[in-house]
């Protein structure tokens, strides 16, 4: 099990989730090469030996990075385990890409800072509830 941050382009004036007009159309994000590229100025240990599913180690905290496989990319999922640090390295790509995420624990907008790391607290809380542990 995952803490999922999905990327996208979003309307940067959407407050919400809903807010999202129906008829918006995303941008695409880049290339998946370019995407790489902006991953490894942030990351420079990330593992792209699988150019769709790129992977970023810390100390006790991990992030998988789903990539589509198309070579230009609308968006990308990442997929967050451990500790409370990995909050902090998803906001730095997220700032790097100049991006907006949706939080699969809140179905909103991530948000940096205190809030994505209670996010992501409430989701390991959920996730040991879930497993038992």
């Known amino acids: ?19 999202i007009p129906d008829d918006f159309r995303p941008c695409t994000l880049g290339s998946r090469n370019e ?13 792209f030996s699988d150019k769709s599913w790129g992977k970023i180690e810390g100390d006790g905290w991990s992030i998988e990075i789903n990539i589509c496989e198309e070579m230009d990319c609308n968006g990308f999922a990442l997929h967050v385990r451990g500790r409370n640090e ?28 205190p809030e994505a790391r209670r996010s ?9 509830f879930v497993t038992g542990q």
């Open 35 to 47: 995407l790489i590229s902006e991953f490894l100025e942030v990351v420079p240990s990330a593992d």
């Open 120 to 128: 992501f607290e409430k989701w390991r809380n959920h996730r040991d």
């Open 86 to 113: 990995a909050a902090g390295a998803v906001e730095a790509i997220l700032n790097h890409l100049g991006t907006r995420a949706i939080d699969s624990q809140t179905g909103e907008f991530f948000v940096a800072g």
């Open 1 to 19: 099990m995952s803490w999922d941050i999905f990327v996208q382009d979003f309307p940067p004036d959407a407050a919400s989730v809903s807010a």
